[in-house]
């Protein structure tokens, strides 16, 4: 968690550029040969490129990336060998990586999910599903502490989804309540903030405020910024007392913006999306 603290106070940006490649969605330029030979196999190949290309573009205003596993293991074998780059290459560039995997297991399984993406893959950190309870976080935290990079998880609490409300808040206390009361238990302090911190979205802010007061010492990772509609002064409700305590991402409104402007390059389009969302945040006083 500290790396990513300090890499945003180095970059003076709570932004973090979400990786979630859809080969639909890609410019045509880089398309067109894959198409054009109907090679399946050099797809892996343009995702890397583009990836590549994108976080070259967004790195100046980006505090951290997310990458979205999904998206990669879609590609089978040859993706998974991506998403592997691509930690390698943004940790190189000095961009702390966030493994969206959204993990949670029995401790053996858990403990060989973190050994997995910590570790192997070597993101610095991770999201992690807490229904299991806390021995399916804690094996997440205790790799990350083994590892000392200054890394440490994001524990899914208010989610950004719509059907969220009809599940987290179910209950008597709610189970966003639930899961917030674990992140803190299981937290440990490195620098101001703990290394456990929690998925709230921003499309909830009532209950991001709450859950504010319930890890006043949490870093938040809060994703539902622009393609699911959360704007900038969505996020105030999150921040702590300092203006500080959370990390927002952006992904598709970043990697898809040269579809607002079809002569536009990706890279040039990204860069510009990412500085405004950086801007954006910098403007409610969002920062460490
Ligand atoms: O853990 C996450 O990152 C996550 C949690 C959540 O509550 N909502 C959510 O959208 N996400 C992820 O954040 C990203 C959002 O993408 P965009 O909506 O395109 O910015 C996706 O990778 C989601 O899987």
Same mark, same amino acid.
């Given at each position: 968690?500290?790396?990513?603290?300090?890499?945003? *106070? *180095?970059?003076?940006?709570?932004?973090?550029?979400?990786?979630? #490649?859809?080969?639909? *969605?890609?410019?045509?330029?880089?398309?067109?040969? #894959?198409?054009?030979?109907?090679?399946? @196999?050099?797809?892996?190949?343009?995702?890397?490129? =583009?990836?590549?290309?994108?976080?070259?573009?967004?790195?100046?205003?980006?505090?951290?990336?997310?990458?979205? @596993?999904?998206?990669?293991?879609?590609?089978?074998?040859?993706?998974?060998?991506?998403?592997?780059?691509? /930690?390698?290459?943004?940790?190189? +560039?000095?961009?702390?990586?966030? +493994?969206?995997?959204?993990?949670?297991?029995?401790?053996?399984?858990? @403990? +060989?999910?973190?050994? +997995?993406?910590?570790?192997? !893959?070597?993101?610095?950190?991770?999201?992690?599903?807490? &229904?299991?309870?806390?021995?399916?976080?804690?094996?997440?935290?205790?790799?990350?502490?083994?590892?000392?990079?200054?890394?440490?998880? !994001?524990?899914?609490?208010?989610?950004?989804?719509?059907? @969220?409300?009809? =599940?987290?808040?179910?209950?008597?206390?709610?189970?966003?309540?639930?899961?917030?009361?674990?992140?803190?238990?299981?937290?440990?302090?490195?620098?101001? &903030?703990?290394?456990?911190?929690?998925?709230?979205?921003?499309? *909830?802010?009532?209950?991001?405020?709450?859950?504010?007061?319930?890890?006043?010492?949490?870093?938040?990772?809060? #994703?539902?910024?622009?393609?699911?509609?959360?704007?900038?002064?969505?996020?105030? #409700?999150?921040?702590?007392?300092?203006?500080?305590?959370?990390?927002?991402?952006?992904?598709?409104? /970043?990697?898809?913006?040269?579809?607002?402007?079809?002569?536009?390059?990706?890279?040039?389009?990204?860069?510009?999306?990412?500085?405004?969302?950086?801007?954006?945040?910098?403007? /409610?006083?969002?920062?460490?």
């Amino acid at each position: 968690m500290e790396a990513i603290v300090e890499s945003a *106070r *180095r970059k003076g940006s709570v932004l973090v550029v979400g990786l979630d #490649p859809d080969l639909s *969605r890609f410019p045509t330029e880089l398309l067109r040969s #894959p198409r054009e030979s109907g090679e399946e @196999s050099v797809l892996p190949g343009v995702v890397r490129e =583009f990836c590549l290309g994108i976080l070259e573009a967004t790195a100046p205003f980006a505090a951290a990336v997310k990458l979205q @596993s999904a998206c990669f293991e879609l590609l089978g074998a040859e993706g998974v060998g991506v998403y592997s780059d691509v /930690i390698r290459e943004a940790e190189r +560039a000095g961009l702390p990586t966030i +493994a969206d995997v959204k993990r949670g297991d029995i401790d053996a399984s858990a @403990s +060989a999910y973190a050994g +997995a993406h910590l570790s192997r !893959f070597g993101a610095r950190c991770v999201t992690v599903n807490p &229904y299991m309870g806390a021995d399916a976080v804690k094996p997440f935290l205790d790799e990350a502490r083994r590892l000392e990079r200054g890394g440490g998880t !994001f524990t899914l609490v208010a989610t950004s989804n719509p059907s @969220s409300v009809a =599940f987290q808040e179910a209950t008597a206390p709610p189970m966003y309540e639930v899961a917030a009361r674990l992140v803190a238990d299981l937290g440990q302090k490195s620098g101001d &903030y703990t290394d456990s911190g929690a998925v709230v979205g921003v499309t *909830r802010p009532a209950v991001g405020a709450r859950v504010r007061e319930l890890l006043p010492e949490a870093v938040f990772l809060a #994703p539902g910024f622009g393609a699911q509609g959360g704007g900038a002064a969505a996020v105030r #409700p999150l921040l702590d007392r300092r203006g500080g305590g959370v990390i927002v991402n952006s992904s598709r409104a /970043i990697l898809y913006a040269h579809e607002g402007d079809p002569g536009a390059d990706y890279r040039e389009a990204a860069a510009s999306a990412a500085k405004r969302s950086r801007d954006e945040l910098r403007e /409610i006083g969002a920062g460490f």
